[in-house]
């Protein structure tokens, strides 16, 4: 009888030693993948590296967006792909990008914090993946006669060039406009339509308040793409959001600055440059003056960690950023 127990025990457990037999062989296997993959991947180099990079990202991407994945799977695969270097995108160190020229006046904003760099018809972006918005927006306008603007469209599209992917519908309900950082109107008035419609993806979007966004902000957007530039001809604008120690985020992560900064410059007769810096915190009124809100350059880079007009020599940047401009052009 104990015997016959026995034997009916080790036949019972047989299918599960079995399986158990076939998820060791699987583990041995994948260890063995990974450590050929990890000779192969450094034996590479770099260019043969990023696109191996760039494969898995795809991979992940496509097995992240499958509606069959439960919400916990996805996010252990984005954090695999937030450990994969290609996945920061651009890391800025230095002032001087390939093509940034077009966008900027001194090199683009340097900063620590890792950030992707997308390039527009009209305008650039550093895309700072962790915080869900642009860190900063930079555009040249140029006086063009020719140059016409469209209609809003109906929506907001996601920047599949973005791991975040922000959504449209992410903002709605949440009591935040989806706030332009390069302008729709300005970039339109100076690049045209296409140009125009390019500002409308969420790479160029941050959470404003109702009365900053239709108010004084837009007030000093209009003055810029109107007075300015019909005044002016030629302009560099640096745009974006500065945010409290902790800051709060909205749903999705998408963190809510606490202000936002602008910076203008321009190329006046003789080869001499002008600058004027305005910040603006989220809790303003309809019924601000701009002259309130000007600032130094300096008083910029301590609140973002931002380094602007890199490329100057060391005199004439010390010299423009630490003043600020005694009246609104």
Known sequence: MGKRRSQKQKRSKGPIRKLWGYCKLLVILLVLGCVAYGFWYSKQDADAQARSQEQALTALDWLIERDETKKEADEVLRWIAQQIPASQGIVVSVGDIEGADIYTFAGVPIGDRPLKVLKNKGYIVGYDEALKNPAWVAYRLEYDASASTVERPSGFDADHRTRARVEHHDY????????????????????????????????????????????????????IANDYLDDYRELWVITGPIYSARPESLRSNIAIPSAFFKIVVDEVEGGGIRVIAVIMPQSVSGSSDLRDYLVSVDDVEKLTGLDFLSLLDDVAENTLEAGSAGRVW
Do not use: C
């Open 172 to 223: 709605t309900n949440t009591g935040f406009d989806r706030g332009h950082m390069a302008p729709n109107y300005a970039i339109g008035r100076a690049h045209g339509a296409k140009a125009q419609v390019e500002t409308f993806l969420m790479s160029n979007i941050v959470p404003q308040l109702p009365d900053l966004n239709r108010g004084p902000w837009k007030e000093l957007e209009q003055r």
